[in-house]
Nanobody, 121 residues
Framework: QVQLVESGGGLVQPGGSLRLSCAASGSIFRINGMGWYRQPPGKERELVATITSGGLTNYADSVKGRFTISRDNAKNTVYLQMNSLKPEDTAGYYC???????????????WGQGTQVTVSS
């Protein structure tokens, strides 16, 4: 059984910063790409940032220059540093990972339960 658990969400004022963490645990053989997605109230889930196992990153235009994704492969953890937060960044943030549970398994997508980020004065 594979689990992704996010932490670090909360309430922050505009212009502030938060750091999200997502730790993968359980039966894990190998992790490929990992990423962060968000779902604003009343809207569909959208990509925020992704990172490959080798460290290549990709960002949504709306967060470029403000958010930084990183990962610690030894800890099976991915991070999202969010700076200069805006009210429109308010959303549930979800961690995603392409994980092979065993050497005989194909990669499949796993999702965390989400953590709420609210940007408001």
């Amino acid at each position: 059984q594979v689990q992704l658990v996010e932490s670090g969400g909360g309430l922050v004022q505009p212009g502030g910063s938060l750091r999200l963490s997502c730790a993968a645990s359980g039966s894990i053989f190998r992790i490929n790409g990992m990423g962060w997605y968000r779902q604003p109230p009343g809207k569909e889930r959208e990509l925020v940032a992704t990172i490959t196992s080798g460290g290549l990153t990709n960002y949504a235009d709306s967060v470029k220059g403000r958010f930084t994704i990183s990962r610690d492969n030894a800890k099976n953890t991915v991070y999202l540093q969010m700076n200069s937060l805006k009210p429109e960044d308010t959303a549930g943030y979800y961690c995603n990972g392409a994980i092979a549970p065993s050497s005989r398994s194909l990669y499949r997508d796993y999702w965390g339960q989400g953590t709420q980020v609210t940007v408001s004065s």
